[in-house]
C-alpha cells in the first residue's frame, strides 16, 4: 500500500491525515492545536505539525505529503531566512483602513477587479503588507521575502534555507490581493503600491500536480493549497459544482473556469487547486447564530432543530437577518441582526426557531446569487461544516436554495485535498476518491422567504 499525507495548518490547529493513494481511505490521523490570536508566531505552527504528524504516527513511510493552509497570513523573512515579526492572520483587522487607502492608489475598486481580480478589504495579505510598509518600516525595509503560511511550513520540511526555494500554490496566491488567478501571474504594480516600492522575493507558483521538492527522506512535497481550495480537492468537486460550508463563518465557492472580476469586492477571484477558478464569497456569521438562537429559546440544539421543524415555512412571516457579529457580505461591519414581522401571532419559539435558520440559510443563497452575477454556472450545492450537521439545515436548506443539497459524511475534507494532491504530486494522476455523499432534494421551492429575506436585507443595508 502506497500512503500519502495531507495537512490542514488552520486557524485553530494542524490535522494529518495518512491515506492510502489509491482509495482515499484514511489510515491514520493527527492533530495539535494552534494558539489564539490574530497575530502568531510561526513557530507555533512548525511545532503544532511536527506534533501533529508524531500522533498521527510518523510519516517515515509516506511517500508524498501536501500542505494546506490557512489563506491570507503575512509571513516576512529577512535575508537569512528568520521570522522577522509574528505573522498576521487573515482575522487582524488591523489593516482595514490600508485596504481603504489601497482602492484608491491603485485607481479604484474595478482597478482592482479586473487587474487581479480581488478588491482588497482587511483580511487580504496585500492589506496587512500595506499596514507593515506605513507602521512598521524598519520591518518593510528588512524584508527579503514575503510568503503564505503553508509556503513556510512547506519551505521547513524540505528543510530549505535558500529564499529562493520558497514555492506556493494559484489558490493560495490568488488571496494575496498581488496575483492574478485570471491571469497565472504576480501583478508587480500592485505588489509596489502595496510595500512601497519594496520588491522582496516572491515564492514560484507551482501548478496543481508540481512537486516542490523532495525530504531527505525521499517524501515528495507537493504544491499545496489554500483551504477552501484543498476542501474543493477533497470533496471532489468539479466545474458546475458550488461548495457552501457552513461553520463558524460561511463559505460559498464555486469551480468554474470563469474568474469573476466583482468590483463590488464580495465576490474574490480565487483559483481553486485544479487549475480552475474558485469565485468565493464569505460571511461572518454562520452556525452560532443557530447556537444563540437556541441558547436564547433555552433549549438544546437537537431540540432547536426540532422546533424549526415544527413551524410552516416561512415562519409565518418573521424573518431574522443573521448579522449577529456584523457582516462582510453585505460589507457592513458595524451591523447587528435584526427580527421583521413580529405579530401577536407568529411570535413563537417554533417561528423564531425557523427565522432563524432560514435567515442563516438565505444569507448563504444570497452568496450564491453574487456567484451567479458574475456568469458562473453551478449544477450542484454540496453543503459541509458542522451548521450542515443540523436536521433542520438540512432539510430545510433544498426549498431555499431551490435545489438539492448534496450533503457529504463529516470528514477533514481540507486534509483529505491535500492528501489527494499529494497523490497526484507523485504518480502525475489525480486519483478518485469515493465521496460519500445524502442527496435532499427539495420538497417545496421557497422562493417567497427569501424574497422577504432579501426585502427586509435591502432596509437593513439602507438604514
Known sequence: MTLVAGVDSSTQSCKVVICDADSGHVVRTGAAAHPP???????????????????????????ALSIAGQQHGLICLDRDGAVLRDALLWND???????????????????????????PVASITASKLRWVADNEPEVADATAAVCLPHDWLTWRLLGATDLAELRTDRSDASGTGYYSAATGDYCDEVFDVAFGGRRPMLPRVLGPAETAGVTAHGCVIGAGAGD???????LMASAGDCIVSLGTSGVVSAVTETPPRDASGLVAGFA????????????????????????????????????????????????MVPYLAGERTPNL????????????????????ARASVEGLLCSLVYCLDLISRQGVDVDRI?????????????????????????????????????????????????????VPTERREVPHADPATYRRYRAVTDLVVGR
Open 382 to 434: 454540496v453543503m459541509v461544516g458542522g451548521g450542515a450537521r443540523s436536521a433542520a439545515v438540512r432539510e430545510i436548506a433544498p426549498g431555499l436554495f431551490g435545489r438539492a443539497v448534496h450533503l457529504p459524511e463529516p470528514g477533514e475534507y481540507v486534509a483529505r485535498g491535500a492528501a489527494r494532491q499529494a497523490a497526484w504530486a507523485l504518480t502525475g494522476v489525480l486519483p478518485r476518491w469515493p
Open 333 to 352: 461591519p458595524d451591523a447587528t441582526g435584526s427580527l421583521a414581522g413580529i405579530t401577536a401571532d407568529n411570535w413563537t419559539p417554533a417561528n423564531v
Open 93 to 119: 483587522n488591523r489593516s482595514a483602513s490600508s485596504a481603504r487607502t489601497l482602492i484608491g492608489d491603485f485607481g479604484g475598486a474595478s482597478t482592482w477587479a479586473d487587474r487581479v481580480g480581488v478588491v
Open 37 to 63: 490570536g490574530t497575530a502568531v508566531d510561526p513557530e507555533h505552527w512548525w511545532k503544532a505539525l511536527q506534533d501533529a504528524i508524531a500522533t498521527a504516527g510518523g510519516i517515515d513511510d509516506v511517500s
Open 272 to 319: 481553486d487547486a485544479s487549475g480552475r477558478q474558485l469565485p468565493l464569497v464569505c460571511t461572518l456569521n454562520g452556525a452560532p447564530v443557530l447556537a444563540a438562537a437556541a441558547r436564547m429559546l433555552g433549549v438544546g440544539l437537537d431540540d432547536f432543530g426540532a422546533l424549526a421543524l415544527s413551524a410552516e415555512p416561512g415562519a409565518d412571516g418573521l424573518t
Open 228 to 234: 477552501n481550495a484543498a476542501a474543493a480537492l477533497g
